[in-house]
């Protein structure tokens, strides 16, 4: 636990964050990272989804399991002064509508993108892949063609409240391999609600626990961006 603390301030130093700013944007009361420090050295059981949602503030990866190697930092290139990284672009498509096969993971090409932007957005830069979004199920808000960065590093939907509301992930039927982009809501518990931006057309589905309904999470959709047409 003293190196979860340790990483916790050393990222509060570089983000010049304080320990109450980043506790109330995490979890909503300034104490918690006071709380953590507190209890160091100590074995008191620490809230697990408290220290995931410091983690996501301050943009640390929160990784539970096995030891893994870790990626190389993506190197950067700077173009008039400003730093940029490469994401790959998958030849791979979320469909926003009944599903969509995807038996490859092919690399199209890929795109530069600054990287104090995608700082700003959390995004563990090892863990971002971009995606094409089809069909219309999730429109008005991600269009038939849109491109769509997910994180794959975040592996858990949070629970929903007033405070946290739904958000849009990719997701994968291990059945089939069909992968979709869909709102996401865990109003409590293993409760995962699947729903379209279309409700009508496509009504909501509601998972007791992704395991048991042979569903895995693929990324969260950190960002979009489509062009009128």
């Known amino acids: 636990m003293d190196d979860i603390l340790k990483a916790i301030e050393d990222a509060l130093k570089e983000k010049g964050m304080s320990a109450s700013a980043a506790s ?5 009361h300034p104490a918690a990272i006071k709380n953590l420090m507190s209890r160091r050295g100590s074995e008191r059981i620490h809230p697990i989804e408290g220290l995931e949602q410091i983690a996501k503030v301050l943009g640390l990866e929160f990784y ?3 030891p ?5 930092a993506i190197p950067a290139t700077e173009i008039d002064g400003d730093e940029f990284v490469t ?3 998958y030849a791979a498509t979320a469909s926003a509508g009944p599903g969509s096969r995807n038996d490859t993971e092919e690399v199209e090409r890929h795109l530069m993108f600054r990287r104090d932007w995608m700082r ?6 090892d863990h971002a892949r971009l995606l094409r979004a089809r069909g219309d199920s999730m429109h008005p808000v ?13 592996n858990q939907v949070p629970l929903t409240s007033e405070r946290r509301r739904r958000s849009i992930w ?16 865990r109003p409590e518990g293993s409760t995962i609600i699947v729903s379209s931006q279309d ?7 509601v998972l007791r626990a992704m395991d048991g309904n042979h569903h895995s999470l693929v990324g969260q959709v950190v960002w979009w961006g489509h062009s009128e047409r």
């Open 24 to 28: 109330k944007a995490a979890v909503g």
């Open 64 to 66: 539970v399991g096995p």
């Open 68 to 72: 893994r190697i870790t990626a190389k």
């Open 87 to 89: 994401i790959p672009l």
């Open 120 to 125: 700003g957005l959390n995004v563990s830069l």
């Open 142 to 154: 991600i269009h038939d063609g849109d491109l769509i960065m997910i994180d794959t590093s975040r």
């Open 170 to 185: 990719v997701i994968r039927d291990d059945r089939d391999g069909d992968i979709r982009v869909k709102w996401l809501d």
């Open 199 to 205: 409700a009508d057309t496509h009504p909501p589905k």
